[in-house]
């Protein structure tokens, strides 16, 4: 047995700032010779871009992504008593936010092939509390909207989009945050545009919703000192902002090299024999090999994350570690097997789609400085592991 002499991480920061770094270090040196930290123009100037780039009326910086759904289920009026239909197959953020509201997170089960929540479940969800759906965009590829806007009309509920891995996605040409009333995106370092530190964002092309937005993010002062809601600091810092600013203006660029990766990783994998069928995902600890992952018809996938479901998963990725070769289990546990929910009073069984997925995805390196060697060096790896089983 050789050890591959190829390391590969999930994730290489310093690798992508080395092809920035001058870019960045002008930006935040602007920042530091103005020493303004907090909004200001550098935010003003980063949302304005942004909003270009996505294609909505309004975009406001917040905080995180975590701070974007909650401000977002503040401006709608979530409450007390409230229900949001939501899936359970996501990070914690997600729900927490319902629950930090008072409100109650009613959880409908995941499609297999994309992981994002099932609209035919939706319906069957809804009673006279719910006010609102939150579906999640997971992995890159938005979650089947028009059902959900049809419900959500018909309904009369809002749609808030958890859009944190999803910046640059598109449904039936419309961009992530954009379909629903508002849309949550995240800046955390290992998103696909990544500040130094926490940030988010809020979409929304509704006037008064963005004006909301826009208050709770800071205290729901207008002006100074007079508060008009009851909002909390959840302002995006400058520095922030200027980081972004460089960022975003390589972000097509890097979406395109993490869809031609996974493309690499489609032809690798088929010629290495190990394409399984997704009708094997039930009896996958049966099977040497890997389910790909679903681009679903109608969508721009931008592989925020490249996530298979994988045989023997948790063998295959000690074998991988020892390699030098990272992965990461992005969800091992659902939200409704999660403590910190318990006293929503589920058991194992209620979402067995998304307990089948905590299971067996294994998401691989798919960042955009990855090179091909490094891609086969996985693929070869991967292999290895299913013939010596
Ligand atoms: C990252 C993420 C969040 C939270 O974003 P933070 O910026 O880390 O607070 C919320 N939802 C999903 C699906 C995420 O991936």
Not at 283 to 300: H, M
């Amino acid at each position: 047995m050789t050890n591959s002499p190829v390391r590969v991480p999930l994730l290489d920061l310093k690798a992508q700032y080395a092809t920035i770094r001058e870019e960045i270090q002008v930006a935040l040196l602007r920042v530091v010779e103005s020493q303004q930290f907090i909004l200001g123009p550098e935010v003003e100037a980063f949302e304005r871009e942004i909003a270009a780039y996505i294609g909505c009326a309004y975009a406001l910086g917040v905080s995180s992504g975590t701070d974007a759904i909650l401000a977002s289920l503040m401006a709608v009026g979530i409450g007390a008593g409230d229900e949001v239909v939501t899936a359970p197959y996501t990070f914690s953020a997600t729900a927490q936010a319902v629950v930090r509201l008072g409100a109650r997170p009613v959880f409908v089960d995941i499609d297999p092939l994309t992981l994002n929540i099932n609209p035919a479940a939706v319906e069957g969800a809804l009673t006279p509390r719910t006010r609102a759906i939150l579906p999640i965009h997971l992995y890159g590829q938005m979650a089947e909207m028009e059902p959900i806007a049809e419900i959500a009309h018909q309904r009369h509920l809002y749609v808030v989009e958890d859009a944190a891995q999803a910046l640059g996605a598109t449904y039936r040409g419309q961009a992530a945050g954009t379909v629903g009333d508002l849309g949550c995106f995240s800046f955390f370092p290992s998103k696909n545009l990544g500040g130094f530190g926490d940030g988010g964002l809020v979409t929304s092309n509704d006037p008064e919703l963005a004006r909301r937005i826009r208050l709770l993010r800071n205290h729901g002062q207008e002006p100074k000192y007079h508060t008009r809601l009851l909002g909390g600091n959840f302002r995006l810092d400058a520095i922030q902002a200027a980081v972004l600013r460089v960022k975003l203006g390589h972000l097509d660029a890097w979406t395109l090299a993490r869809q031609a990766h996974a493309r690499i990783y489609r032809r690798l994998f088929a010629e290495a024999g190990l394409v399984l069928d997704p009708g094997q995902r039930e009896r996958l600890d049966r099977q040497r090999g890997l389910i790909l992952p679903c681009e679903a018809a109608a969508r721009r996938h931008i592989y925020n994350q490249f996530t298979i479901w994988a045989g023997r998963r948790d063998a295959l990725r000690a074998f991988l570690s020892a390699r030098g070769i990272g992965s990461e289990v992005y969800y091992p546990v659902p939200m409704h097997l999660q403590e910190s929910l318990g006293f929503l009073g589920h058991r194992v069984g209620d979402f067995p789609v998304s307990e089948l997925a905590a299971a067996h995805t294994v998401s691989l390196p798919i960042y955009p400085e990855l090179s091909e060697a490094m891609q086969v060096a996985v693929v070869e790896a991967i292999a290895e592991f299913y013939q010596q089983l």
